[in-house]
Nanobody, 115 residues
Framework: QVQLVESGGGLVQPGGSLRLSCAAS????????MGWSRQAPGKQRELVAVISSGNSTDYADSVKGRFTISRGYAENTMYLQMNNLKPEDTAVYYC?????????WGQGTQVTVSS
């Protein structure tokens, strides 16, 4: 059974930082392209960052220079370090895993940026 479990969300003030984690099980983690997406109320889900099996990364323009995606192969976990958070970063953040025609999603973790 495939599971992607996000953690690390919460309430933070503008300018603050959070680190999200996505623990993966039931997949060969090293083979999968992993990514973070987010969905704000009333908006479509958008891709935030992606990291390939070879550790190549890509980011949405809105988070470049502020967010860093990484993965730990030994612990089968992906991370998203989020710095200099802004109110517009408020959303539910979802972890996803893709390999060929297979794709899986986590249940999401809420990030709220507010003073």
């Amino acid at each position: 059974q495939v599971q992607l479990v996000e953690s690390g969300g919460g309430l933070v003030q503008p300018g603050g930082s959070l680190r999200l984690s996505c623990a993966a099980s039931g997949i060969t983690f090293s083979m999968y392209t992993m990514g973070w997406s987010r969905q704000a109320p009333g908006k479509q889900r958008e891709l935030v960052a992606v990291i390939s099996s070879g550790n190549s990364t890509d980011y949405a323009d809105s988070v470049k220079g502020r967010f860093t995606i990484s993965r730990g192969y030994a612990e089968n976990t992906m991370y998203l370090q989020m710095n200099n958070l802004k109110p517009e970063d408020t959303a539910v953040y979802y972890c996803n895993a893709k390999w060929r025609g297979l794709g899986y999603w986590g249940q999401g973790t809420q990030v709220t940026v507010s003073s």
